[in-house]
Each structure stands twice: as structure tokens, then as C-alpha cells.
């Protein structure tokens, strides 16, 4: 079952970050590890991380280079000790989220 | 059009700059060779996308690296301040040893007092609706409005208001004594550097402006927690000019000089609510309504 991109919605910035802590990816990878990490469940429009990753990248969380591969160029991009450190309160934040929703919907 | 030509079209109407522009094309291109049927989404709602995200954190990041460079220089004022009454007897007025004060310092000394103080009340409002607003992903078109031009006043009055150094230095230059003088030019230059260097960004966060909509907000949000219930911006503004005459004049008193102390606060007072007045509406302290 695919998610619809409204409930994604304060949590794409931790999704990124989780996907790029692993290694450093360019924009494509980053869309491609999020469908394959959720099981093809994150089917968003791919546009709309692109966007997400240049202000996560603005509010130095996200840092990246130009590397080249196949003769073409690509944004590289990895996460910061900064976005690190986001991530871990992301997934402490989710934690609280998801528990308290469990608990009163089960 | 191809797919490509027309987000750039998109960007460019946002008011994302070229190299930010031609950056995310190289992307989208590489995206599009790794899957040419890749659903990318509509270029206009994409280059909004861009607008509100980058537009936020730039008005935020615009708001806090002004304020720490007024920060810098209102620390390196008061203290060369202290350091020139102290110890040298030199006051806003002149010097307590009859050194005759030139005419030409005091319109710069009249300039810089009421600079000082716009710079810290825009310096300090930016930080404070920045940091307000700090958990935000995208932030209102008039939030981002409201940040640029606090941080651009606090900036252009933070820059005016350190001309005060250099004037004291070229005005008194036996009583100022040399090691002054040069820390004087030296703070004085060091905030200048500080602030330029803060400019583009200022600049920058003035051109690319988040386009979501949202209700603007007033002095009495940005002060939020602070304030007690039932407070409007013109009542905070008439406690502040309270406060000034009572504190000038508490400080006239202590001089043994109460009625230079409470014309002083008078003065002070009339010239804050004059500021409100003409910048409460410019700088976001109160709303058309």
C-alpha cells in the first residue's frame, strides 16, 4: 500500500536524512533508496525532494559536491554532524508520534 | 517547451538566482537521464517548492547572521564607550575637562544615538521572530517580508551607528589618548567587515521570498511567551516610553540631576514612539488592522 504524499508531510526532512547517514547519495538515489527502504510504499513526486534536499542543505544539515560518473554530473550529497544530530531527535520525535497514535488507535 | 526550459522559465520568474537555477537543472537533467519517464511534477508548483524552502531558510538565516554582527558591534560600542567615559572624562556632550567640543560632532552624535537604537530594537525583533519561526519548513510570504527589512534596517543602522567611534577619535584626539584611538578604528572596521559580509545575504533573502500565503503577524507574536494577556503593539510601545522616562530620570536622580535626567528620558521617549509611529507598520511591529 503506497502512502499519499500529504501523510509524509513533517517527516520527509528525517526520511532524507536516514537514507543519506547510510552513504552519500545524488538526488536520483536518495528518491530510489526511499521506494526501495519503504518497499515501494514512498511513491511521492520525485520533483518535490529536490527542494527538501537544497534547504536541508541551506540549514547545514546536508552538505555536497559535484562528482562525475558515466561522463556526467552529479550532485553528491552527505549528511553533516549537524544532520546527524537531527536525525536523532527526528527518530526520538517519531517514537513519541507513532506511540502515541498506536495507543489510541489499537 | 521541453520539461527542463520551462522549470527554468519557473525558477527564474520566482526569483531563484542563476547559479541555484542552472544547478537544480543539472539535477532534474540527471534525473531524467536515469529515468526519462520519471514523474518530476508540474514546474510551476516545482520552482514554488524551490521559492519557500530556500526563501525560508534564507529570510531565517538572514535574521540571526544580522543580529550576531550587531551583536558584535553594540558589545565593542558600549564597551569603547565605557572605556572613553571612564577613564578619559569624554561624554556625548563633550569632556568633563573643558575640552571644547567641535561643532561638526554633533549632528554625527545625534545620527548615531538614534541609529544605535534602531538597530537594536530591528537587530533584536529579527532574532526574535527568526527564532520563533526556527522549526518552520516553509514560512509566510510576509514572515520573510517582515525578517529581510528588520534585518536590513538593523544592518544599515548597526553600520551608521559606528561611525560614533571614529568620530570621537578625530574629535577629541589628545583626551581619547593613542591605544583608544586605535582600538576605536580597529572595532569600528571589524564590525564594519562584519556587517558587508552579512549584506548579500540580507540582500539575497530580499530577493528570493517564500510565496505561501499566511496572516501577518505582529510585535505582540513575536513577544509571545513575555507577554502579559490583553497587551496590544501600541500599549507595549507606551510601556517602553514609560519605562525610558522613568529609568533616565531614576538615572538624572542619582546624578543629582533630576530634571536633565527626566528631559533626557522625555526626549528618548518621543523619539521611540516616533520610531513606532513611522517603522511600526515597515518593520512588522503592528499590522493594518
Request: hydrophobic letters at 50%.
Amino acid at each position: 500500500m503506497s502512502m499519499r504524499p500529504e501523510e509524509l508531510k513533517g517527516h520527509l526532512d528525517g526520511l532524507i536524512l536516514a537514507v543519506v547517514a547510510l552513504e552519500p547519495l545524488h538526488g536520483y538515489a536518495v528518491i530510489e533508496q526511499l521506494k526501495a527502504r519503504s518497499g515501494g510504499a514512498l511513491a511521492l513526486p520525485e520533483g518535490t525532494v529536490y527542494p527538501a534536499l537544497h534547504r536541508l542543505e541551506a540549514d547545514g544539515l546536508l552538505e555536497s559536491a559535484w562528482s562525475t560518473a558515466s561522463g556526467r554530473r552529479r550532485r553528491v550529497y552527505r549528511i553533516t554532524r549537524r544532520g546527524e544530530k537531527e536525525l536523532g531527535a527526528s527518530r526520538k520525535r517519531w517514537r513519541v508520534f507513532a506511540g502515541t497514535i498506536e495507543a489510541v488507535l489499537a | 517547451m521541453s520539461y527542463l526550459n520551462e522549470l527554468e522559465s519557473e525558477l527564474s520568474a520566482t526569483g531563484i538566482p542563476a547559479r541555484r537555477r542552472r544547478r537544480i537543472l543539472a539535477e532534474f537533467a540527471d534525473h531524467l537521464h536515469e529515468n526519462p519517464n520519471a514523474e518530476l511534477g508540474a514546474p510551476r508548483e516545482l520552482a514554488r517548492q524551490f521559492a519557500d524552502e530556500l526563501g525560508t531558510s534564507l529570510a531565517r538565516k538572514a535574521a540571526f547572521r544580522a543580529f550576531g554582527a550587531l551583536a558584535f558591534a553594540g558589545v565593542g560600542l558600549v564597551a569603547m564607550f565605557l572605556a572613553v567615559g571612564r577613564w578619559r572624562g569624554v561624554t556625548l556632550y563633550g569632556t568633563h575637562r573643558h575640552v571644547a567640543t567641535p561643532t561638526w560632532t554633533l549632528p554625527i552624535m545625534l545620527i548615531t544615538a538614534l541609529a544605535a537604537q534602531v538597530a537594536l530594537v530591528a537587530g533584536t525583533l529579527a532574532l526574535l521572530r527568526a527564532w520563533r519561526l526556527r522549526h518552520e519548513r516553509v514560512i509566510s510570504h510576509s514572515d520573510a517580508v517582515v525578517l529581510a527589512r528588520r534585518s536590513a534596517v538593523g544592518l544599515l543602522c548597526g553600520a551608521v551607528t559606528m561611525a560614533a567611534l571614529p568620530a570621537i577619535a578625530l574629535a577629541f584626539p589628545h583626551t581619547t589618548g593613542h591605544t583608544w584611538t586605535i582600538f576605536a578604528w580597529v572595532v569600528a572596521a571589524v564590525a564594519a567587515i562584519l556587517m558587508a559580509c552579512v549584506a548579500p545575504t540580507v540582500l539575497e533573502s530580499a530577493r528570493l521570498r517564500p510565496a505561501s500565503s499566511g496572516e501577518p503577524a505582529d510585535l505582540t507574536a513575536d513577544l509571545g511567551p513575555w507577554l502579559p494577556s490583553g497587551m496590544t503593539p501600541t500599549r507595549c510601545a507606551l510601556l517602553l516610553t514609560a519605562a525610558i522616562v522613568v529609568v533616565l530620570g531614576l538615572q538624572g536622580v542619582i546624578a543629582s540631576d533630576p530634571y536633565d535626567g527626566i528631559a533626557r528620558g522625555l526626549l528618548d521617549a518621543a523619539a521611540c514612539m516616533t520610531g513606532f509611529i513611522v517603522l511600526g507598520r515597515y518593520l512588522g511591529l503592528r499590522t493594518a488592522s
